[in-house]
């Protein structure tokens, strides 16, 4: 079955460490995304990939990096300059161009705790 | 920017309608969208609706569209417990992405 599969699902941290949350996507999707999602926030857009080796800022990449070596990948570091890490983290994909709805299909998810 | 602004709780007692309102700021959305949030889970899609569109039905679902007040909202018919859930609203960006609501946290009570 296609999908998205984000791992760990949980993930403890101490503070001053880095973390790299994994999302991998066998849905032959152009463009990947990550989200961090706050009670009663929504969800915030951390980065985006349209295209392999290319990727953008999205409302709030401070404390956070990403790589796009390969379609398939498209993991989230999260640097211990990050002042408020803990969250939950959601991965998406799309096709791009994308032709009608550009609907997202999303990953189950990350959460992240900070000791 | 866009805004996306949606009420933070709703509930009702099962077999009841429930009806989740939302509003947009972006009058050039081709698209808006209905997405639902289960605990501990990621996103799924429910239903979207075009923006040319007025109303969109998919069995318990009706999706109203207000593009002069740039109001969305959706309705779901004889709730069940199983629709207690996080419900988003989102639209569509000038640059193809999408803007999230809030949420709206239905909670279904026998």
């Known amino acids: 079955d296609g999908g998205i599969t984000q791992s760990p699902k949980y993930l403890f941290r101490k503070e001053g460490q880095n973390v790299t949350l994994s999302c991998e996507q066998n849905?032959?999707?152009?463009?990947m995304y990550w989200y961090r999602q706050d009670p009663g926030q929504g969800l915030r857009l951390i980065y985006y990939s349209q295209i392999v080796n290319d990727f953008q800022k999205g409302d709030i990449a401070e404390g956070y990096s990403v790589s796009r070596e390969k379609k398939e990948s498209f993991p989230l570091t999260v640097t211990s300059a990050q002042k408020n890490p803990t969250a939950f983290y959601l991965c998406?994909?799309?096709?791009?161009?994308?032709?009608?709805?550009?609907?997202?299909?999303f990953g189950a998810g990350s959460r992240l705790t900070v000791l | 920017g866009e805004d996306v602004e949606q009420s933070l709780f709703l509930s009702v007692r099962e077999g009841d309608s429930s009806v989740i309102n939302c509003t947009y700021t972006?009058?050039?959305?081709?698209?808006l969208y209905w997405y639902k949030q289960e605990p501990g889970a990621g996103l799924q899609l429910l239903t979207y609706?075009?923006?040319?569109?007025d109303m969109k039905q998919d069995q318990r679902l009706t999706v109203l569209l207000n593009k002069k007040d740039k109001h969305l909202s959706l309705r779901i018919a004889d709730t069940q417990t199983g629709d207690s859930a996080i419900y988003f609203c989102a639209e569509i960006d000038n640059t193809d992405k999408l803007i999230f609501g809030t949420g709206t946290r239905l909670q279904v009570f026998p």
């Open positions: 972006d009058s050039s959305s081709t698209y």
């Open positions: 609706i075009f923006s040319n569109m």
């Open positions: 998406a994909s799309n096709l791009r161009p994308s032709s009608g709805a550009n609907v997202l299909t």
């Open positions: 849905l032959n999707h152009d463009a």
